[in-house]
Structures are given as structure tokens and as C-alpha cells.
């Protein structure tokens, strides 16, 4: 399955939704721009909801650090709704569990921005 990328507004929060392999060149790319896209346009906070993420590889990690960082320069957040088992397990190996924050619960989700 490739990578498909839907995004909402809720309040001042962009919802980024995310199926499939964000992995290899092709998914981690397209969604590094989807996220570098919203946060030039000024939607600074944004909820990356993967609990259809099949893989994440180092590129996809990649991504999702970059909007975080360059996110924050700007005062905004990136955090995570529902990530899959295997994006759970990423993070936690890669301990980057302690540094991006995720939910399970989208209302928590919303009200932490």
C-alpha cells in the first residue's frame, strides 16, 4: 500500500491524517512536504494522526522531526494521534517517544495545543 494523506482543520489544530507506508523515498517524501507545506502556510500546530501507519522508516522519522522542529521555531507543536503498534515501536527504539508526544484520545489531543 502506498501513502495516502488527508489533512482537516480542527480549531487552530491542522489534522494530518496518515495510511500506509511512510517509508522509502517516495511516502517519507510526500509526507515531509505535506508537513513542511502547512507549517510555511502558518498552520504551526499540527496532529499527525497514523493509526493506519503500516511502516515508518528513518526518512519517515525524519519528517515528522523536521515539522517538529521547524514547527516549534515558529511557536507551533507537532504531536501524534493514535499511532499504530509499529509506529509505537519505532518511537519507543528510537526513544523518541520522550520527545514527540502522542494520544489516544483526539479531544486530549486538541486541548494539549
Same mark, same amino acid.
Given at each position: 500500500?502506498?501513502? @495516502?494523506?488527508? @489533512?482537516?482543520?480542527? $480549531? ?14 517516495? $511516502? ?12 510555511? @502556510? $502558518?498552520?504551526?500546530? !499540527?496532529?499527525? @494522526? ?36 509499529? !509506529? ?10 520522550? !520527545? ?14
Amino acid at each position: 500500500m502506498s501513502i @495516502e494523506i488527508g @489533512e482537516r482543520t480542527a $480549531g487552530t489544530v491542522t489534522v494530518v491524517t496518515v495510511k500506509g507506508r511512510v517509508a522509502y523515498e517516495e $511516502g517519507s517524501r510526500q509526507l515531509d512536504e505535506r508537513l513542511q507545506r502547512l507549517i510555511v @502556510e $502558518g498552520r504551526i500546530n !499540527v496532529l499527525v @494522526e497514523c493509526s493506519e501507519v503500516d511502516t515508518l522508516d528513518s526518512q519517515g522519522i525524519s519528517a515528522l522531526i523536521r515539522a517538529l522542529i521547524t514547527a516549534g521555531r515558529q511557536g507551533g507543536k507537532v504531536k501524534l494521534l493514535r499511532p499504530s503498534v509499529r !509506529v509505537r515501536r519505532v518511537l519507543q527504539v528510537t526513544r523518541l517517544n520522550t !520527545v514527540i508526544e502522542a494520544f489516544e484520545d483526539e479531544k486530549e489531543a486538541l486541548a494539549s495545543f
